[in-house]
Every structure is written in structure tokens, then in C-alpha cells.
């Protein structure tokens, strides 16, 4: 029996056998009926997801890097996370990385047997220079893919800190990796489909990773994202509504504020709440992890948010 015959991913789902004898709204219907099972999968790996989280944030905050590795979607979805994290954190481009078997063309088209090389994955892994600052997702729906093993191989030789997003348990990459992380959607609508369930709830996973760890290092206060620099209209209009809201200025204050802090909302928040120059608020951000209440708190004895 093959390999593939033992695979959750890859059996056969008794609930959709006829799908294509069901409609479009039937289709509809019964994809969602399945689609309701990822939260479940997604909520029993609660535990181990918020330990990748934490592992992430601790990267994050000794100047490392989150590097996804996958391959075709799943490669994919880790190189949609990567990208969204400059224009929602603000983040440099190199602090959250995707890396995909067959490279930027294999976003847009399947590069046939590209994810069959374990030594490229290697090899990719060690021209990025990682290191143990670093911390190296492998995304593998499967769990067995050669591209992936190889990159989470070469990466925990290296010291970085290794996680698994699989759909499969046990898996091989489960094996190779510090963190297994375990999404059992169960069959796909359609066999072996993993862009579906496997893809919903791998991307569930993956915005609860990079959101979570940015909360931890004070990209957010409360709900807000306010670790941004205003480069445009609608971004400089955001930051002064938030001022006036947060730290009750009035718009002049907030335009004054802000030309004082170049532009930095986090540090002209701190600056009007501790009533302390941009210089000082800076220092006290740096101090207290980035946090705004933390860095008021410091010099006021109370958080005043």
C-alpha cells in the first residue's frame, strides 16, 4: 500500500460523493458544512499555534526572522502572509519571508516537480544565512514534502527555532520539527484538493502567528494598528484621528505631534501621555518592549489608556 493511501489529506470523503450531482447550491451547502469542521481542527491545536506565536514574537524581538517555507499552495499562502505584513505592521520586507519551491513563478503556475528536492529547500535555507534568531515555518499540507524537510532540516542544523503546519498527524515533517502543529480538517470535498480545507485552515493558522506575534512586540494597542508611519492621506487622516482619540488633543495638537515625532504615532502617543520629549518617548518605547501602555506606565505609574 502506498504512502499516500495512509494520508487523511488524501482520502476519499464519504459526505461529498455526490457533489456533482448536488447543484450550485448544494455544492454551496456542502462546502460549508465541511468549512465548519476547520475552526474545530484549527481551535484543538489552540495550544501549540499560541507556542509558535510566542516563539515568533521572541524572534521578532532579538532582531530574527519568521521565514515560511512551502510548496505550491501552501507555499503560496505562506508567501501572501509574508507580504501582508509591511502594509498592515509596518514591518521591513525581510522580517517575514516566503519562500516557495520553484520560486516567484511557481505564485502564479505549478513548477513541476519543483517541491521534489529536498536540497534545494536545504540550500535555500542556508543562502538566507539563518540562524538561531531565526525561526522557520514548514508548511506541507501533506506533511511529507521533500522541499520542506529539507529546508526545516537545514534549518534546525543552523540553531533556528522549527515549526510544522501539516493536516496529517503523525507526519514527517511533524518528525523533523521542534513545534508540530496539526490541522486535522479531515478528506477534502474533493480528494486530495488541499488549496480547501487544508489551505482555509493553514491560513487561519498563519494570521494568528504573524497578527499574535505583532500584538506581543506593541505593533497594536488594543485593536488598533498604530505602529505606522503616515505616507499618504488616508494613512496621515488615521493617525490624527487616533491622537485625538487615544491621547484627547485636539487636530492641531495632533498635526503638531506628530511634525515632532516624524511622523511615528507610537512616540507621539507616548509623548503627549507622558508628556515627555520625542527623544524620550523613543527611549521609553525601546524600554518596555515596544508597548505604548507599558512605556507610560514607566514614567507616569499608570497607563492612562
Known amino acids: 500500500m502506498a504512502l499516500e493511501d495512509h494520508l487523511l489529506t488524501e482520502s476519499r470523503n464519504p459526505l461529498t460523493t455526490g457533489i456533482d450531482a448536488a447543484g450550485a447550491l448544494g455544492i454551496v451547502e456542502i462546502m460549508n458544512d465541511e468549512d465548519v469542521k476547520v475552526v474545530e481542527a484549527v481551535r484543538a491545536e489552540a495550544a501549540n499555534v499560541a507556542k509558535a506565536v510566542e516563539w515568533t514574537a521572541e524572534r521578532f524581538r532579538r532582531g530574527g526572522r519568521l521565514i515560511y517555507v512551502g510548496a505550491g499552495t501552501s507555499g503560496r499562502l505562506g508567501v501572501l502572509d509574508a507580504s501582508?505584513?509591511?502594509p498592515t505592521f509596518s514591518t521591513p520586507p525581510e522580517m517575514v519571508v516566503g519562500l516557495i519551491a520553484g520560486g516567484q513563478a511557481a505564485l502564479t503556475r505549478s513548477i513541476e516537480g519543483a517541491e521534489d528536492h529536498a536540497e534545494i529547500g536545504a540550500a535555500e535555507?542556508?543562502?538566507m544565512g539563518v540562524t538561531d534568531r531565526d525561526i522557520v515555518v514548514g508548511i506541507a499540507s501533506s506533511g511529507r514534502t521533500p522541499y520542506v524537510l529539507g529546508a526545516v532540516r537545514e534549518a534546525r542544523k543552523r540553531g533556528a527555532a522549527t515549526v510544522g503546519i501539516a493536516c496529517?498527524?503523525?507526519s514527517l515533517l511533524g518528525d523533523e520539527v521542534d513545534l508540530d502543529v496539526?490541522?486535522?480538517?479531515g478528506p477534502e470535498v474533493i480528494s486530495g484538493?488541499?488549496?480547501l480545507k487544508s489551505g482555509t485552515a493553514t491560513k487561519m493558522v498563519l494570521n494568528m502567528i504573524t497578527t499574535g506575534a505583532m500584538i506581543l512586540i506593541g505593533k497594536t494597542?488594543?485593536?488598533?494598528?498604530i505602529d505606522f508611519t503616515p505616507v499618504n492621506e488616508k494613512l496621515r487622516i488615521r493617525a490624527r484621528r487616533m491622537l485625538r482619540e487615544l491621547a484627547e488633543v485636539d487636530d492641531d495638537r495632533a498635526v503638531e505631534l506628530l511634525a515632532a515625532c516624524?511622523?511615528?504615532l507610537k512616540t507621539a502617543l507616548v509623548a503627549q501621555l507622558a508628556e515627555v520629549g520625542p527623544e524620550e518617548a523613543d527611549a521609553l518605547l525601546a524600554a518596555n518592549g515596544g508597548q505604548v501602555r507599558r512605556a507610560v506606565a514607566a514614567k507616569t505609574g499608570a497607563s492612562r489608556l
Open 168 to 170: 496529517n498527524r503523525p
Open 84 to 86: 501582508e505584513c509591511p
Open 182 to 185: 496539526a490541522l486535522l480538517v
Open 262 to 264: 516624524g511622523g511615528r
Open 221 to 225: 494597542l488594543g485593536n488598533r494598528m
Open 125 to 127: 535555507i542556508a543562502d
Open 193 to 195: 484538493s488541499t488549496r
